[in-house]
């Protein structure tokens, strides 16, 4: 729970400074992974190996489809930063062992939901109106926490 909050937290201010100077810092990003090498020490301890092959999937899927995206310009650097960040320190959304987990890491069902709600807030709410996409990776983040957790 300690660890979604830390997530939470990080994710608001990386929107809060996309949305005030359209850029966030690489600092934010090295804190965050500094501080959150307890929480994978933890979670290496507590589930053992099995954690370590689904902490090197998620890692390799969200890189792969981030690098794709990125590539060809269809999503920024610092939202493919948070989706690491996330994979990075929740793999799963569970820590039961399913299969289903290895080939869905819980980053890229954060990247497709918060490409549904971005795209619904496009067509309903404002065409014009520019939102960065991380505020959408934070509002996925929140409502899959919320659901799985």
């Not at 809060?16 to 090498?37: G, Q």
């Not at 819980?106 to 918060?114: D, E, G, K, N």
């Not at 109106?129 to 934070?138: A, G, L, N, Q, R």
Request: aromatic share 18%.
């Amino acid at each position: 729970m300690i660890k979604i909050a830390f997530i939470m937290v990080i994710l608001a201010i990386a929107s809060y400074y996309d949305l005030k100077t359209r850029e966030v810092p690489n600092r934010l990003w090295k804190y965050a992974l500094l501080l959150s090498i307890p929480f994978i020490i933890y979670d290496f301890y507590s589930y053992g190996r099995y954690s370590i092959i689904e902490w090197i999937i998620s890692i390799l899927y969200a890189a792969i489809v981030l690098l794709i995206l990125y590539s060809i310009h269809k999503i920024e650097a610092a939202d493919s930063k948070a989706i690491m960040f996330i994979s990075i320190l929740m793999p799963s959304y569970t820590q039961h062992i399913s299969y289903i987990k290895l080939f869905f890491p819980f980053s890229l069902i954060v990247l497709l939901l918060a490409s549904i709600i971005g795209f619904v807030f496009v067509i309903i709410v404002d065409k014009r109106k520019e939102i960065p996409f991380i505020v959408f990776i934070m509002i996925s983040f929140i409502c899959l926490s919320v659901i799985y957790i």
